[in-house]
């Protein structure tokens, strides 16, 4: 019954409220009326339900619990953060000091309904339904004494343990191994603890260990059940991850597992990178919950591994080393200490029983003077070149080079790196460099007709259906993958200035140009300097310079040709920072004198072989305040129209321009967005390297400013412990809140409060979902808190996913773009997508190269009571109006400009490179006491505009 009531209210046409008078709050609850925002005193979080109760008074600040969200059952009951009135004689701390609840009552938004608008469609996916049977799976515990770390080690020790006691004590049962502590039987062992002694022979050394099997749960998959039905809305996370495990078993034993992939040569063949890596292709498989039930997702991958070669030939490569006679410097030891720390190695100079050993370091000192203690008896001490020689008969030809370092810190073993091959099938999990990525891509990049016949392959080779295991489960596997309803978005209609020939554009297929077009409002360039640090000749210099003027004013920039100062240095006499403090005092000192303000814009030509990138970016953005535009000498001396074109986007909002927006926004025709003063937000967290968590987080924070055209956005950053997903400066504290800085900025601008806040969050995984809902919603309710008595603007909360592996095929023709994928504006929100929770599949972009990757849009909080149609349509209208390029984009703009923030902070802590990756989401969130590394402020003059495009 209550299920019944649930379900009943969860109809379009019954949303509480209404939205013709903006849909009040619970009970009808009237709002606060507009008024300016002023100073109030820090507070914690203050529930609406409480809001006549709780008097924030700035002498006294208030400290309440953090925000903890209900279950929400029903559109028509969308309950308010519940947060109860703190004691009295509370002491006042900071913000960030007081924890929220567990997030385990926390909950997602359930669906609201599904939409209909665009035109209809059918699409193929990469999930493959699985049915289910009504079987119990037994769970039992996994101890294995001693201890190991590799997961392939504990593998090897359990099939051992079937292999030997699968007939007797295991009574024939199939097993399906995490690899970790969980093992799962298709029914009930006869034992409830049992421990077992395990020999692995095929090891250079045999080892023993010691097994324990004890019974941890019966798991019914009643619950499961119900949850695909959508009659709970609490996921069995351990019941689907039971059921993966049974499914990927086989492929575990066949190929090398790497997190939820596999690889292999035989799955697609293997390709040499460079310095000393391969890729191997693989593919990858998840079971997930959906509307049609349990589905596999399978699709094609790859990733690098380190070449099976002789760790000689592996520096070579990796250190670019010429010949043997190449100078080994301190520089290229650390170097190559650090591309093999943790690798297993094979000898080759036992013939008999090649041992292995896993790389710990590299000498300071070459072979021929690194010197050990004999252990014979003999009390002598060797060098590693002699030892070798007498031992073994060896003359080392690279006794002039370092060893490698095995062993325990105790006992170390120098190895001579030309006696070590490198131990096939271990993954390279450094960064890779540029060409090492770009080979990667290019295995992966398949046409969509081309990827769709790979994964059938892979479905076929893995032959579900023969697989006993499988079986035994109760699964079946279908041997077709599922077809989906879709929809197709009609494009949004674009407004440019009314001085151009063309006022509005309609895109095609995702795309337009500035052809008879002008900017939606032009900035302004009176004075600027072009600095050349490359070799390109001064005619093709002065040829783009000329061709960028033009274009700039063709399209409406109210650009001055001529650039005030023209500077040609010699990087090789003068330092970067000497440069660039050159150019700034010499046009501060000439704008000075004639009375001007400060330099508008740098152009600035890059050097052909120096990458300097980042740190221009970082002295002229934290240290001189220049805001300015990197060019490549490659596309300054080709100086095409479409270059020129889109520098000149760039450049137009990096000088407070706007290029276009929505004609739906001018007109006031947006739902939920136009009617009321509204704040778009997006964030991401970029994490370091693998192994570089020195350089620790970096949290970017985007808001629109320009309501309620919302093309112009603001930026903060903040430092944060290294992997750390929650961003702690959201409202970390009154003078540290992200947050009430961009109100506060908006209200500058805007001269309005937001009424509603849509909050696109970048970089959650599905596992971080309550944890990002718990705290991350209620730091915006603090900082709303902090700046007027009873300001709770809406909040809708969506975490917006990229990584991802679901793909959409067009089964007809007509439903493809020219590169065969599905056209721009095409969205899923049935079949593929989650039983319960607000989620869809929006591929708003046109394709490229490879195959499209929609983009995965997670609606986890909603107070705004945006229907499916209505928050699908904003943000496929809002991937039009990105800055840089005349394309539609495939991830919505204020995620995206997140993205390029984060990027950007990050050359100001790491100075060189920052091609890191956004968080994957792989793992759950954590939170560290280490120190974050301190960004550097960017100046006002450069913050003042959008400087990350």
Not at 560 to 589: E, G, I
Not at 805 to 824: E, I, Q
Request: charged share 25%.
């Amino acid at each position: 019954m209550e299920q019944q009531q649930r379900r009943g209210g969860r109809g379009r046409g019954q949303r509480g409220g209404g939205r013709g008078d903006g849909g009040g709050r619970q009970g009808g609850r009237a709002r606060p009326q507009a008024r300016p925002i002023g100073e109030v005193a820090e507070v914690e979080s203050v529930s609406r339900d409480l809001q006549q109760q709780l008097t924030i008074r700035p002498a006294q600040p208030v400290v309440a619990p953090t925000v903890v969200a209900a279950p929400v059952a029903a559109r028509s009951a969308v309950a308010p953060p519940v947060v109860a009135p703190s004691v009295a004689a509370a002491p006042v701390v900071a913000l960030s000091e007081v924890a929220p609840s567990s997030s385990k009552s926390i909950h997602p938004l359930r669906r609201p309904g599904y939409g209909g608008v665009g035109r209809k469609i059918k699409v193929r996916t990469n999930h493959i339904p699985v049915q289910l049977s009504a079987k119990q799976i037994f769970h039992y515990d996994v101890a294995i004494t001693p201890e190991v770390a590799s997961k392939a080690v504990n593998m090897s020790i359990i099939n051992e343990l079937v292999l030997l006691y699968g007939e007797s004590h295991l009574e024939r049962r199939k097993v399906a191994y995490d690899r970790s502590k969980s093992l799962y039987t298709a029914g009930p062992l006869s034992f409830e603890f049992k421990e077992f002694e395990i020999e692995l022979k095929d090891q250079p050394k045999p080892r023993k260990f010691k097994v324990v099997l004890r019974s941890a749960a019966t798991i019914e998959l009643t619950h499961l059940q119900m949850f695909l039905m959508g009659r709970t809305h609490d996921e069995p996370k351990e019941t689907i991850h039971a059921l993966d495990v049974a499914l990927r078993q086989t492929a575990s034993r066949m190929y090398t597992p790497v997190a939820r992939s596999f690889f292999s040569p035989s799955l697609g063949g293997r390709a040499q990178i460079g310095e000393g890596c391969e890729y191997w292709m693989g593919f990858y498989s998840s079971l997930r919950p959906t509307q049609i039930g349990l589905s596999l997702n399978i699709d094609i991958s790859a990733t690098a591994f380190y070449e099976p070669i002789l760790v000689t030939d592996f520096m070579y490569s990796y250190l670019n080393f010429r010949d043997d006679r190449s100078r080994f410097t301190d520089t290229d030891r650390l170097r190559l200490k650090k591309a093999l720390r943790g690798v297993k190695v094979k000898v080759t100079h036992q013939r008999n029983a090649p041992r292995r050993y896993r790389v710990n370091g590299v000498t300071p000192t070459p072979a021929k003077d690194s010197i050990f203690s004999l252990t014979d008896g003999a009390d002598r001490k060797i060098s590693v070149a002699d030892y070798f020689r007498e031992q073994y008969g060896l003359q080392l030809k690279y006794a002039h080079w370092p060893c490698l370092i095995a062993g325990s810190e105790k006992k170390p073993i120098f190895l001579p790196m030309e006696v070590c091959v490198i131990v096939e099938g271990q993954r390279y999990t450094k960064k890779l460099n540029e060409r090492q990525v770009t080979c990667l891509l290019r295995a992966t990049c398949t046409r969509p007709g081309e990827r769709e016949k790979r994964i059938s392959n892979v479905v076929s080779g893995c032959k579900f259906a023969d697989d006993q295991l499988i079986r035994e489960f109760g699964l079946s596997v279908s041997r077709e993958s599922s077809v989906v309803d879709a929809r197709v978005l009609s494009p949004p209609t674009l407004q440019y200035n009314e001085s151009g020939r063309e006022k509005v554009c309609q895109p095609s297929m995702g795309q337009w140009n500035m052809n008879n077009k002008r900017m939606f409002e032009a900035g302004k360039v009176d004075h600027w300097a072009f600095l050349n640090l490359s070799s390109l000749r001064e005619d093709s210099l002065n040829r783009f310079i000329h061709q960028l003027g033009v274009t700039c004013q063709q399209i409406g920039i109210l650009f001055n040709p001529a650039p005030m100062m023209k500077f040609a240095p010699d990087l090789r006499k003068a330092s970067l920072p000497q440069v660039l403090n050159h150019v700034h005092v010499h046009c501060s000192n000439v704008l000075k004198q004639s009375g001007r303000d400060h330099l508008k814009l740098l152009i600035v030509v890059l050097p052909e072989r120096i990458n300097c990138y980042g740190q221009i970016k970082k002295i002229c953005d934290t240290s001189l305040g220049i805001v300015t535009q990197c060019c490549l000498p490659k596309n300054v001396d080709k100086c095409n129209r479409a270059y020129l074109e889109n520098l000149s986007l760039k450049i137009n909002v990096k000088v407070k321009g706007r290029n276009t927006v929505l004609v739906d926004a001018v007109r006031r025709q947006i739902p939920l967005v136009s009617d009321k003063p509204t704040i778009i937000i997006g964030a991401d967290v970029t994490h370091p390297s693998p192994g570089e968590d020195s350089s620790g987080s970096i949290a970017a924070v985007v808001a629109s400013t320009d309501w309620p055209e919302i093309s112009r956005y603001s930026c903060l950053l903040s430092a944060q412990p290294p992997r750390q997903e929650i961003i702690a400066d959201l409202c970390k504290s009154v003078e540290n809140s992200m947050i009430r800085k961009h109100l506060l900025k908006f209200y500058q601008k805007v001269r309005r409060k937001p009424d509603r806040i849509i909050f696109y969050r970048d970089g959650v995984s599905e596992g971080q979902f309550n944890e990002v809902l718990l705290y991350e919603v209620d730091a915006i309710r603090k900082a709303c808190a902090t700046l007027e008595e009873n300001y709770f603007p809406r909040v809708t909360f969506i975490v917006v996913q990229k990584r991802h592996h679901t793909r959409l095929f067009p089964l007809d023709n007509k439903d493809a773009d020219r590169s065969g994928n599905v056209l721009p504006g095409t969205v899923v929100d049935t079949g593929i997508c989650h039983p319960t929770q607000f989620d869809f599949y929006l591929c708003s972009h046109a394709g490229i190269q490879g195959t499209s990757r929609p983009t995965h849009y997670h609606v986890l909080y909603d107070e705004n009571n945006f229907s499916a149609d209505n928050i699908q349509s904003l943000t496929n209208k809002l991937c039009y109006t990105y800055a840089r390029c005349t394309r539609s984009v495939s991830v919505v703009p204020p995620v995206y400009y997140a993205h390029l923030a984060a990027a950007r902070a990050r050359y100001y802590v790491d100075g060189i490179s920052s091609d890191v990756d956004s968080s994957s989401g792989s793992g759950a969130a954590t939170r560290t006491t280490a120190q974050p590394v301190a960004i550097p402020q960017v100046m006002e003059i450069v913050n003042d505009v959008m400087f990350f495009c």
